[in-house]
């Protein structure tokens, strides 16, 4: 196990230096950079100003040297300066961080308790009126994209009813509520398509069928056997939900005005501020690679045909 959890870290470290230097190259493809941004628009700046600006922030050297200077600042734990701000990347990321953690947590519990439930309920009531309703509503809650979804609740739950704010203030409960359902609704459309095929795929195998005639309760089969059965595909697609929420929902954070790293992203690749630019990016690549190391791990803890396969 210590050996199989070893290589998996080995093949991790090419994958993250490739990320980080492939980012950093298509962000100097681009054309543009935090000084033009800053300066563009006011035509009576000098282009000794400019260059002077350039030189200060070491933008004016080669690539290749820019990277190696970056690259060996953030293995010391130093991620630069912000261009715009001039604050600290690394204080500034991880004061947005605990938002997008509260967000992820409510999103990832929200999705849990509405998708499983009705996924299993909808494998149970196979061809019955309930199934037919739920997989329905699943298909509409799949085909409304995230902002519609966060405009519609905008205008349900804070403008006309004026329950909620429309508007994030803070990480209170009242704020997080609309773009927790807002993700909740469009994750739990989906996965409970896919929890209702994996259960319904388990209910047809002939374990159940020698349980059932074993005269074993349904109830039994269905939590103890067929749930654990089920539970990679589930793992799975949490998993994949939790990377892409701890990376931050840009589109709904820039929508509630919730301070999160998404936000923070959206905000500096306006402002082409390349520090936090690349800080987000080290941030989403480490939580794919995490998020895909503990998954291997689960399988392994889950699947003995997984534990035997590694052993030999």
């Known amino acids: 196990m210590k050996r199989y959890i070893l290589q998996r ?18 962000m100097r493809i681009a054309g ?31 690539f290749v040297e820019q990277y190696f200077s970056w690259l060996g600042g953030m293995l010391t734990g130093d991620m630069g300066t912000s261009y715009v701000s001039g604050r600290d990347v690394f204080k500034t990321f991880v004061s947005k961080l605990p938002a997008t953690l509260l967000l992820t947590a409510l999103s990832i519990l929200a999705t849990v308790l509405i998708s499983i439930p009705l996924g299993v309920l909808a494998a149970v ?24 979804v966060a405009l519609l609740l905008m205008q349900v739950l804070s403008i006309r009813l004026g329950w909620l704010p429309v508007i994030s203030s803070g990480t209170g ?15 739990s459309a989906k996965y409970m398509r896919q929890v209702r095929a994996t259960v319904l795929e388990e209910l047809n195998k002939d374990y159940v069928t020698g349980a059932q005639a074993r005269g074993v309760r349904g109830r039994v089969i269905l939590w103890r056997s067929v749930l654990k059965a089920s539970m990679l595909t589930i793992i799975t697609l949490l998993a994949l939900s939790i990377g892409s929420l701890l990376g931050g929902t840009a ?3 820039s929508i509630f005005m919730w301070d999160g790293v998404g936000k923070l992203a959206v905000d500096a690749i306006t402002m082409r501020d390349y520090p936090l630019i690349q800080a987000y990016v080290v941030w989403m690549a480490i939580i794919y690679v995490l998020v895909n190391l503990v998954t291997d791990l689960l399988y392994h803890a889950l699947d003995p045909r997984i534990r035997l396969g590694v052993s030999r």
């Open 125 to 148: 009531r196979h061809d019955r009126f309930t199934d037919y309703l739920l997989r329905f509503l699943s298909f509409i809650g799949n085909s409304l994209p995230n902002f519609f």
């Open 173 to 187: 409960f009242k704020s997080a509520v609309m773009p927790t359902l807002t993700l909740a609704i469009a994750m």
């Open 251 to 253: 589109i709904i954070e």
């Open 9 to 26: 870290f080995l093949q991790l470290i090419p994958v993250l230096i490739g990320i980080t230097f492939l980012s950093f190259a298509m």
């Open 32 to 62: 543009s950079d935090a000084i033009t941004e800053l300066y563009g628009g006011k035509g009576a700046v000098a282009q000794e100003i400019i260059d002077q600006k350039r030189a200060e922030l070491g933008l004016d050297r080669p």
